[in-house]
């Protein structure tokens, strides 16, 4: 995506905020941040109520996870192979530390005794390191060794069950009361109407429902309903559906636009009682308005008989929701308060958040109080008996309860989850250790801290399900850091971060759930369907479904080869890579495959001179995207519920056999605009499903069988894959498979911009910035660098051209004809991938040859220092063959050249950037550093955020720099390259995928300043005019560094650039030929790399 260079340097003010983004969610940022010596000011304040701080001094725990970033690399940006593990030791790798704690809620108290707690608690251990430890050690071939250990100290955390977990999916709705047997109904719309307010996943719309005419039942008013929402202007289809319940009209949102909070209300209206829809007013909160419930206009006093009851529902900005059943006692109300004063004791048991007011008219009035409410606050009646005698009957209003994928997952921030049941652990640890929380005490408990949860690479939080009354719940996996936090008195409060995965769920989980979030933990991907993914693949047939544990995992099947290559536990010798054809070739490839469920080693002398044994074949189809041929059969213990290879149903059909040769589609998770799953099979289709037919899936290719991938979808021409044959298993073991692949005869096209190099570094090499003012830089020769290239010399009045270049290669056998690549400008900063992206002019068609690339070429004039987002992709070519592979053909860079200057290194280096969703469905994000160096801390003003469809957030962020650590240094005595990772995720049901990030590269250094001293008229020795110019860099390190000038002439309105190098003083003298008599505007421009970047202008200098 975009690389920015930022370059800070960090002093006693800040006169401007860095602002980078772009990539909605694929964000790459190239940052440099240059430090100079001060005094130490203030400390600042956090950047909001959710702010979160990563601190460089804590370590990753968790030796697998993928995302580990060396803290102080000696190499260059052009490292690393993506997403794949090839540091592992067979057999002898340390184990992954599992360190659970057992916990309950507030509401589900467990109710046993100690004795009985650790029976469950070994119970479980007992099912896990049977099951779970066994599960993986088998599936890694004995290389993953899983130790468990589980407290059984119980941890009371401080939140009610569904704090913690989401409630089932419920569509929003609203329906009418009172309609039922009142037909024919005769209306006017000019007398009776009502606004419906909307609110979905994206949007609040109100809708005037004001039907005319007769109608002669429920049906007809349900027709006029669905015509006025369908003619409603800026909505999806479908949106609102209109339908009859019991005789009454209910109006339901569909259910892709529901999140948690989304509802249909009454607003307003006429007589709304000839509609059904009368009833109490529910009104939202908002930055400015309290959600309040103001109850029907009733005759005071009012006397109830002690047989009312009503549900009411609170729910906060936060999304935190109680619902009370209040029963209301036989007494006189004398005034709407004395009513609404009788039921608020039972609405503030747990949290003092709603309020009695006077909304006037004799009506009660509640409302949630200021601090509680917000956007998503609301205050409404659920149900209820005989509570219109209080004026809080009438139409029944479901407001929406989570989205479809959130059901039953894991709720809001799964670090702050994992974060308070440690810190109550620790808590109990030190009281029964005797440690008091005190400041004397904080050498004590880092102790503490390091010995009960130093070298685990994940914690567990279980929710015990026994005795509690807690029900099953989906788990979930996430990554660190977690804050413990204990406070003590005196106001002291001990803070210490520890880093490691982690787990979340209950204890009526089954051990192969366990399996699956362990995965996660291993570093393995969710690969089964996301709302966002592309609709052309089909939810039944084209994922893996249970032919992989980390799709699902009720199967209790070994995971799939994709991710066995990538965690290195396939030996290079097992593999076959089936490389693109030579021209006008057909070449084939024979070899035994033999079952991925055993390691290799078993099946020694299986295979022969013409089909070697190998355990996993790569069709190649570019350099990021594969086509993966695996033999999937029972295991010894698990994959005994795989698919079978006639109906792809399991238990497999009559006559059929389970497993068979799959064939996955298996792409780079952390692509650029990766809208499908990482893993996909093309095998064919199973048979429909019929009742009592079994689960279904794709199905196994069974010996005899040709597949040919251009039958699938995505589909790929120039392949077929025979299955020829099979060869006996040893010792009783399942059959191998021999195989042959033809690849071939034809030519093939397949353009390629290269991507980022995630998650090693955000940035590609194919996308840079060439300022002709230095010379032309095409690296014809060599590969261009990860980075920007050069700077980005701007102009005010954007005279100064740069090049953006492009690198289009072609990896095909023919010649690309006429290319035509397409350029983006996100303007303003930061927008996403979908924003305000502004075309350049398309490119000149251009040919690419064979085994060749070729640079296109934009220019750009900058106004403004600062940053901007770059895309570029092909748009078009002549070639008469179609692309191999089209998911390498679009990538995107952010370049930046904003460079604050101020004077401390103790100065907070404030930045902001944008995220944007542009997907359909609602979102959840959540960032975090790898590699972040001693010495340096990262503070984000929010870890983890909801994104609703189309929406882009603004989020600020601030580093800061500990001198004592990392301090100022001259570039010949740096000791290694400061660089850390910001990464991107997008939440899924139980765990995250890879979004986007920013690689940060942080240059300690000093601040730097430019003198113009003179400029005058001048001549080269050839007799050509010139620009003389003399100045001065001022810092502590100005010798032998460069320095461009251009200057934009009034009166040609072109632009003469040049360049010069200063003395051991900093002096310099730049030559800028060609210029003509007159006025015009000079910049000059430092961009270091020995002081912090520096610019001077624009200065009008008269010639």
């Not at 250990?149 to 119980?154: E, K, T």
Request: glycine content about 10%.
């Amino acid at each position: 995506m975009v690389m920015i260079v930022i370059m800070f340097t960090l002093g006693g003010t800040m006169s401007d905020i860095t602002r980078w983004s772009c990539a909605s969610i694929f964000t790459a940022l190239f940052l440099v941040v240059t430090l100079s010596s001060c005094v130490k000011p203030l400390p600042t304040e956090p950047l909001g109520p959710n702010a979160y701080r990563f601190y460089g001094s804590t370590v990753n725990q968790n030796k697998f996870d993928p995302f580990i970033t060396e803290q102080c690399p000696q190499d260059n940006l052009n490292v690393g192979t993506p997403w794949r593990k090839t540091n592992y030791k067979q057999v002898d790798d340390p184990p992954l530390n599992v360190f659970s704690v057992l916990v309950d809620t507030n509401d589900s108290r467990y109710t046993g005794t100690q004795a009985q707690l650790t029976t469950y608690r070994d119970n479980k251990m007992f099912d896990y390191e049977t099951n779970t430890r066994e599960f993986w050690k088998a599936a890694s071939y004995d290389t993953v060794q899983v130790a468990w250990a589980m407290s059984d100290r119980l941890v009371n955390m401080g939140g009610a069950f569904n704090d913690y977990f989401n409630r089932a999916f419920v569509a929003a709705s609203l329906t009418t009361s009172g309609l039922t047997g009142s037909f024919p109904l005769i209306l006017d719309g000019a007398t009776t109407s009502a606004t419906i307010h909307v609110r979905d996943t994206d949007r609040n719309v109100d809708v005037t429902f004001a039907p005319t005419g007769t109608f002669a039942d429920i049906g007809a008013l349900v027709l006029e309903c669905q015509n006025v929402f369908n003619a409603t202007p800026g909505v999806p289809t479908p949106w609102v559906t209109c339908s009859s319940s019991g005789g009454e009209l209910r109006m339901q949102l569909t259910n892709l636009k529901v999140k948690e909070g989304s509802f249909l209300r009454v607003k307003s209206g006429s007589n709304l009682a000839n509609l059904g829809l009368n009833g109490p007013q529910e009104e939202p909160g908002s930055d400015v308005a309290q959600a309040a419930l103001r109850g029907l206009a009733l005759t005071y006093p009012l006397s109830l008989t002690g047989a009312e009851a009503v549900t009411i529902e609170v729910r906060d900005k936060n999304f935190k929701t109680r619902r009370y059943n209040i029963s209301m006692a036989a007494a006189t109300h004398n005034n709407p308060t004395d009513l609404a004063n009788a039921l608020l004791p039972n609405l503030i048991t747990e949290f003092n958040w709603v309020e009695v007011f006077n909304p006037g008219a004799n009506r009660l009035g509640l409302r949630v109080r200021t601090d509680f409410s917000g956007e998503n606050a609301a205050i409404r009646v659920v149900t209820g008996t005989g509570h219109a005698a209080m004026g809080l009957s009438g139409p029944q209003r479901v407001d929406g309860v989570v989205t479809q994928a959130g059901t039953n997952t894991v709720r809001g921030s799964r670090s702050a989850i994992v974060g308070e049941a440690l810190s109550l652990y620790i808590a109990g640890r030190a009281a029964a250790s005797g440690i008091a929380i005190t400041s004397g005490n904080s050498a004590l408990l880092d102790t503490l801290v390091s010995n009960e949860l130093g070298g685990k690479d994940s914690y567990v939080v279980l929710f015990v399900d026994s005795m509690t009354g807690i029900p099953g719940k989906r788990a979930g996996a996430c990554g660190g850091p977690y804050t413990v936090s204990v406070p003590g008195g005196g106001g002291y409060t001990f803070s210490k971060q520890v880093n490691a995965a982690c787990q979340i769920g209950t204890g009526a989980e089954g051990w192969e759930t366990w399996a699956h979030e362990l995965g996660h933990n291993l570093g393995m991907w969710d690969i089964y369907a996301q709302p966002y993914h592309d609709v052309d693949f089909d939810r039944d047939w084209d994922y893996l479904k249970v032919w992989s544990m980390m799709n699902d995992h009720w199967g209790k099947n070994d995971t799939d080869g994709w991710h066995k290559y990538k965690a290195g536990w396939l030996p290079a010798a097992s593999i076959v890579n089936i490389n693109n054809p030579a021209a006008s070739a057909t070449e084939f490839t024979k070899f035994t495959l033999v079952p991925l469920e055993y390691p290799a080693g078993e099946y020694a002398g299986t295979g022969n001179a013409e089909f070697p044994a190998r355990q996993l074949a790569r069709i190649e189809l570019s350099p990021e995207h594969w086509i993966l041929l695996e033999n999937r059969q029972p295991g010894a213990t698990y994959s005994q519920n795989l698919p079978d290879d006639t109906t792809g149903r399991t238990p497999p059909a009559a006559g059929a056999s389970a497993g068979g040769l799959l064939i996955t589609d298996t792409v780079n998770p952390g692509s650029n605009f990766l809208y499908r799953s990482a893993v996909t099979t093309l095998n064919p289709h199973g048979s429909p499903p019929t009742p009592g037919g079994g689960f279904i899936a794709a199905r196994g290719v069974p010996s005899g069988e040709t597949f040919d991938p251009n039958t699938s979808y995505p589909a790929y021409d120039g392949t077929l894959v025979r299955v020829v044959g099979t060869a006996p298993g040893p010792a009783g073991k399942p059959e191998a498979l021999r195989v042959e692949v033809e690849r071939g005869p034809g030519d093939y096209l397949d353009l390629r911009i290269r991507p980022w190099n995630a998650p090693h570094v955000y940035g590609t090499p194919d996308i840079w910035i060439d300022w002709p003012g230095n010379g032309t830089e095409t690296y014809a020769t060599m590969d261009p660098p990860v980075g920007n290239g050069d700077n980005t010399h701007w102009h005010p009045d954007g005279a100064v051209t740069n090049i953006i270049r492009v690198r289009v290669h072609n990896l095909g056998t023919i010649e690309a004809k006429d290319v035509v690549v397409r350029a983006y400008i996100n303007e303003p900063m930061g927008m996403g991938d979908k924003g305000n992206f502004v075309p350049f002019p398309d490119s000149a068609p251009l040919d690419i040859p064979a085994g060749g690339f070729t640079d296109f070429a934009f220019d750009w004039k900058p106004k403004q220092k600062g940053h901007t987002c770059i895309r570029a992709e092909i748009f078009s070519h002549a070639s008469t063959l179609g692309e191999l592979d089209l998911s390498n053909n679009a990538a995107q860079e952010n370049v930046n050249n904003f460079h604050p200057v101020a004077g401390s290194p103790y100065t907070p280096v404030d930045f902001e950037f944008t995220i944007n969703n542009d997907f359909p469905t609602p979102i959840e994000v959540e960032f975090e550093p790898s590699g972040l160096p001693n010495g340096m801390d990262l503070e984000l003003e929010h870890r983890w955020l909801e994104l609703a469809p189309d929406e882009e957030r603004t989020i600020r962020g601030r580093l800061f720099v500990d001198e004592s650590k990392i301090p100022p240094v001259h570039p010949e005595r740096r000791k290694c390259n400061y660089r850390f990772n910001l990464h991107a995720f997008i939440r899924t049901e139980d765990f995250r995928l890879p979004f986007g990030g920013i690689t940060v590269q942080v240059t300690p250094t000093k601040a730097s300043k430019l003198e113009l001293r003179k400029a005058g008229r001048g001549e080269s020795t050839t007799g050509v005019p010139l620009l003389q110019l003399y100045g001065r860099l001022i810092g502590d390190w100005p010798a032998n560094q460069n320095i461009s000038a251009a200057f934009v002439s009034d009166k040609d309105g072109a632009t003469y650039s040049g360049t010069g190098v200063t003395d051991n003083a900093g002096n310099f003298t730049i030559q800028v030929q060609g210029v003509p008599e007159g006025n015009g505007k000079l910049m000059l421009y430092y961009f270091g790399p020995s002081l912090a970047p520096s610019t001077l202008g624009p200065s009008l200098v008269q010639l």
